[in-house]
């Protein structure tokens, strides 16, 4: 496991952007697979984004239809998240997640999240 900070939640109108940051700990970041999850009150907790290491290949979750964007800067340990075009639906708590190892099947460090709630 490393250890992962989120930053750069808050509160927007509908409509807005907003970028998140996620700096990690690990000495060989640039091997991690990366990604961002959100919770909301009362729902489970949902896959948003993914990255591998090279930045070569991403994933999303389907609902997010192109506003969300992953991107990762290897020399400085980070994994950012550009949101735009943010609805209400988009209110939720934020978490980035790293997958150490090839061999594991799910994330294995999580941080511990950052607030962004989007208002009318």
């Known amino acids: 496991q490393v250890q992962l900070v989120e930053s750069g939640g808050g509160l927007v109108q509908a409509g807005g952007s907003l970028t998140l940051s996620c700096v990690a700990s690990?000495?060989?970041?640039?091997?991690?697979?990366m990604g961002w999850f959100r919770q909301a009150p009362g729902k489970e907790r949902e896959f948003v984004a993914g990255i591998n290491g090279a930045s070569d290949s991403t994933s999303y979750s389907d609902s997010l239809k192109g506003r969300f964007t992953i991107s990762r800067d290897n020399a400085k340990n980070m994994v950012y998240l550009q949101m735009n075009s943010l609805k209400p639906d988009d209110t939720a708590r934020y978490y980035c997640?790293?997958?150490?190892?090839?061999?594991?099947?799910?994330?294995?460090?999580w941080g511990h999240g950052t607030q962004v709630t989007v208002s009318l």
């Open positions: 997640a790293a997958k150490t190892s090839g061999g594991l099947t799910t994330y294995d460090s």
């Open positions: 690990g000495r060989t970041f640039g091997t991690y697979i």
